[in-house]
Every structure is written in structure tokens, then in C-alpha cells.
């Protein structure tokens, strides 16, 4: 049961362009999203991240978007650069009255390539 | 500087043999985990503890064992009981108390077993 899903395992975009990176989830428990980048061989790297109780949260080049009644999110980076180039991944907490917080359910990644 | 040790970073063993990951974090967290990554997959949640002396099975428990005796450390033993112990495990921690915090995540350790 795959409650997080990221339906691109690939995405390939141009220096200097947007990169959107797409995620959706079932579970409808889910208030807190994040995503993470991870380097060949190194634990993932927090990015950015964002409460249910807002639909966008920004962060230099990086903007994360929600939408609850889709169950879907985003992350858009503005203006990509080739060190950009990753794995990204999505994911999501349930606030099961508070006992909950840092259990992430993952999506399987997607892999982003910046061309110079 | 602050941040979680995993080591080693390179793991080989037999098959049969039981092996301990080690994981340790100065970041002074209350809680930590330890994930599981398999190609093409995402991570997977393997055991989390909130608080010392105290752990809790995530999604794929069976075949592991953990403790946590100290506040900086959560070791992971990968019993031969786990069928598909070749893998990348992550440990992680978090601070815990009642708000949304990010996971803070180690290099990993890339077990091999043969």
C-alpha cells in the first residue's frame, strides 16, 4: 500500500528553467509534507517543507505547493542549476494526536537532471 | 559540528551471520530511526524511538533489533532471520516534542550480504 507516490521516476529540464516535481498521497491523515534531496551514497537532505493548514510555503529557489482537496503536492525550482541534479524525495507525517511527528511515510524518488 | 554518525560505510557478511549498524548523533534529539532504501524504492521505516529505553517496530521490523540505551546512540542489529538483508540504512533523528521537525539524516552504511 503505497501511500505516497511520486509517478515520475525521472525528470530531465534545462539550466536556468523551472523543474516541477510532482507527488500524491491517500492518506488523508497526512498534515505535514516535506521533501528531501539525497546524493549518490549520502543520507537525504532536508529542503523544504510545509504544514496542511497552508497551500504554499517558499524558500529562495524553492516553492512547495498543496493542494489537500487533490492530495497532491509539489516542489518547483526556480531557476534549476546543474547542481540541482538528484534524487528527490517526498514526504509525509500523520499527527495521530501527537505521537506521530518524524514518522515519514517516502515516495519512491525522483531523479532530476539539470543539463547545463 | 553537529550531525548523526553512521558507521561503517561499507558492510560485507555472510549470510547467517547476525551484523550491528552503528548510528550516533550529537544534535542532542530526542527521537530517532533507522530506514531502509532497496533500488527504485523509497525509504522505508524500519524501528523509531521517541525517548531512551524506549522503541517502537515501523514497517518492516521483522528480522531486526534495536536499543536504545543512550539519548545519542541507536544501534540496528540486522538478525539472520531478515531474507533480504542487502540494503542502504539510514538513521535518523528528530526533535520530539509535540512539533513538526524535519528528520536529520546520517550518510548511511551500505550492507552487503552474501
Known amino acids: 500500500d503505497q501511500q505516497v507516490k511520486q509517478n515520475s521516476p525521472s525528470l530531465s529540464v534545462q539550466e536556468g528553467r523551472i523543474s516541477i516535481l510532482n507527488c500524491d498521497y491517500t492518506?488523508?491523515?497526512?498534515?505535514?509534507f516535506l521533501w528531501y534531496k539525497k546524493y549518490p551514497a549520502e543520507g537525504p537532505t532536508f529542503l523544504i517543507s510545509?504544514?496542511?493548514?497552508?497551500d504554499k510555503n517558499e524558500d529562495g529557489r524553492f516553492t512547495v505547493f498543496l493542494n489537500k482537496s487533490a492530495k497532491h503536492l509539489s516542489l518547483h525550482i526556480v531557476p534549476s542549476q546543474p547542481g540541482d541534479s538528484a534524487v528527490y524525495f517526498c514526504?509525509?507525517?500523520?499527527?495521530?494526536?501527537?505521537?506521530?511527528?518524524?514518522?515519514?511515510?517516502f515516495g519512491q524518488g525522483t531523479i532530476l537532471t539539470v543539463h547545463p | 559540528d553537529g550531525g548523526i554518525t553512521q558507521s561503517p560505510k561499507y558492510l560485507f557478511r555472510k549470510e547467517g551471520q547476525n551484523v550491528t549498524l552503528s548510528c550516533e548523533q550529537n544534535?542532542?534529539?530526542?527521537?530517532m530511526y533507522w530506514y531502509r532504501q532497496d533500488p527504485g524504492q523509497g525509504l522505508r521505516l524500519i524501528y523509531y524511538?521517541?525517548?531512551?529505553?524506549?522503541?517502537q517496530k515501523g514497517d518492516i521490523a521483522e528480522g531486526y533489533s534495536v536499543s536504545r540505551e543512550k539519548k545519542e546512540s541507536f544501534p540496528l542489529t540486522v538478525t539472520s532471520a531478515q531474507k533480504n538483508p542487502t540494503a542502504f540504512y539510514l538513521c535518523?533523528?528528530?526533535?520530539?516534542?509535540?512539533?513538526?521537525?524535519?528528520?536529520?539524516f546520517g550518510n548511511g552504511t551500505r550492507l552487503t550480504v552474501t
Open positions: 535518523a533523528s528528530s526533535i520530539f516534542r509535540g512539533t513538526n521537525s524535519p528528520l536529520h
Open positions: 510545509i504544514s496542511s493548514i497552508k
Open positions: 492518506n488523508s491523515m497526512f498534515d505535514y
Open positions: 524511538s521517541q525517548i531512551v529505553n524506549d522503541f
Open positions: 544534535l542532542n534529539h530526542d527521537a
Open positions: 514526504a509525509a507525517s500523520a499527527n495521530a494526536g501527537g505521537t506521530s511527528y518524524g514518522k515519514l511515510t
